[in-house]
């Protein structure tokens, strides 16, 4: 079969892209096909030419954040007539607007913190809710851009001036405890993994998702049955309620103290690198990286 490879992009999260798409490109060709990597940049007729050029059967998507998973590149495939994977373009938008994303899942019954959007004016003028919360841009991924305000923190104001993500910021009630996440491969969840950031990481920021040695990785967590069962029951419902289709992954925070499950957020196109939770969850379930991105593209080929 003919692929084509988007990877790279113009967002913040090319890096993690580029690692993506280059371990795509190898299990593919591992899997018999003949791939076509574009490599993405700012000039989308370029892109436009270059999968006209490779005419390719199926394009596997492995770019992240805006412009890549938002449903900006996903119109254009539609657009050219060729098959994708991931989620298609209202999904992909919806769940990379997490205020959007907020409204979807709270009409299902499904839980998340309290929260609101507010002016980075607001912000800079008082606490918008009680410490400790989370200030997090509306249209990003990967947690660039998560900052953590607690008891006795001063950098509200600095945060709010030097804000970087349009005029407005999502803000959602802490939640302590742990990082869960649970993928999910057309209609089944994977597995529950327990995130455990390395101790030089405030939280499962950027670095410790994509840095080597930046978290730990408990398979399965370990995790009351029943909570375990809740997780992947959510998640199952999370990818249905957006639309999703092909693979994704939604994370959570779990208080064990209350044994409250809280959804972070879902992503549409979930990290597809050497340290990403996806590929280890189907490794764990017996499905090899070759084999889950050969199934990516042939699910692709059913919508």
Known sequence: MKVAVLYGGTSNERPVSLVSGKAAIAALEEKGHTVTPVDVGPDIAA????????????????????????????GV???????YTHSGIRASAVAMNKEATRLLLASAGLPI???KVVSTDELAAADPLPVPYVIKPIAEGSSVGVEIIREGDNRREEIARTWRFGTQALVERFIPGRELTTAVMG???????????SETAAFYDFEAKYSVGGSRHVLPADLPEEITAQALEVALRAHQVLGCRGASRTDFRYDDAKKELIILEVNTQPGL?????LPEQAAYCGISYPDLCDWMINEALTF
């Open 187 to 197: 209609d089944r969840a994977l597995a529950v993994t327990d995130i455990l950031p």
């Open 77 to 83: 495939l539609e657009w050219l007539g060729l098959p």
């Open 113 to 115: 913190a309290t929260g």
């Open 47 to 74: 892109t436009i030419a270059a999968l006209r050029a490779a005419a390719p059967d199926v394009v596997f998507n492995a770019l992240h954040g805006p412009l890549g998973e938002d449903g900006a590149i996903q």
């Open 273 to 277: 690198t050497p340290t990403s939770l």
